[in-house]
C-alpha cells in the first residue's frame, strides 16, 4: 500500500492549499515557537524568583534591562514591535508594583530602568537559561551561525508582515 504524502506541517490547511504553502509551514512553526517561548520565559523567571509576571512584563523588564539604560515607553513598544502601549504602559506599572522598574525622567518624558531587584531577577534569569536552555541547545551542535541567520529571516519577515497589516488596515 503506497501512502500519500501528508504535506508541510500546518495547522490551517486551507491556507496551505495556494500557493507558497511552506509559508503556511513557517506560521505555524512560530506559532508553536512564540507560544514555547513565553511559556518558557514565564516559568524561568518563575524559576529566578519572580513567580507572577506575564510574558509581556517579561519581556519589558529584560528591555528596560538591557544595556543598563534608562527607556521611554516609545523605545520599549519600537524596540519590541509592539502597537498596543496600553498593554507595554500596564506591564510598566506591573513592574514598578513589583519594584523592579523604577521610573525616572528624561526632559518631559517618563523614563523607567531596572531597579536593583529588576537587575538582579534578570541576572538570575540568565544562569536559569544558561543551565537548563543554552546547556540543551549546545548538545544539538548547532552552527551558531544559522541560529543568527534564522533570527535575520524572522525579523525580515515580520516587516512584511507588518506590511501586510497596514495594507490589510487600508482595505
Known sequence: MTHKPLGPVVSASHLADGPLPELSELEFAMTIASNAFQRWS?????????????????????????RERAKT????????????????????KKLVKAGLVVVGKQGKEKTVMASAA??????????????????????????????????????????????????????
Do not use: F, W
Request: proline share 3%; hydrophobic share 45%.
Open 42 to 66: 514565564v516559568r524561568a523567571m518563575a524559576a529566578a524568583g519572580q513567580p507572577d509576571l506575564s510574558p509581556l512584563e517579561v519581556q519589558v523588564l529584560h528591555s528596560v534591562h538591557h
Open 118 to 171: 529588576g537587575a538582579k531577577a534578570c541576572e538570575r534569569y540568565r544562569e536559569v537559561r544558561e543551565q537548563l536552555l543554552l546547556q540543551a541547545v549546545g548538545e544539538l551542535r548547532i552552527d551558531p551561525a544559522q541560529i543568527s541567520k534564522l533570527s535575520g529571516l524572522l525579523r525580515l519577515m515580520s516587516g512584511h508582515y507588518d506590511q501586510a497589516a497596514r495594507a490589510a488596515a487600508a482595505v
Open 73 to 92: 515607553l516609545a523605545d520599549i513598544c519600537l524596540v519590541l514591535n509592539m502597537e498596543d502601549t496600553y498593554t507595554v504602559n500596564y506591564a510598566i
